[in-house]
């Protein structure tokens, strides 16, 4: 299961399942709604804390080390 019109926000593969970048579905929202916080909660409400079944998409966080 992909998340529509997000292709380029996904960063790999569990095997069965995508695995997607949290930022860049943020950022991928952010230009479509036009607002960042509008864009937190539809990725956190919408995608995050939505289940579609054993195929549902994983979201992560990316942290860099300095």
């Not at 995608?47 to 992560?60: D, L, N, R, W």
Request: include cysteine.
């Amino acid at each position: 299961m992909t998340i529509d019109d997000c292709d380029s926000c996904i960063i790999g593969t569990d095997g069965v399942r995508y695995v997607y970048c949290y930022d860049k579905l943020v950022a991928h929202f952010q230009k479509k709604f036009g607002d960042y916080i509008e864009a937190v909660e539809w990725v956190e409400f919408n995608i995050i804390g939505a289940y579609y079944g054993k195929e549902t998409p994983i979201v992560i966080k990316l942290f860099k080390n300095n």
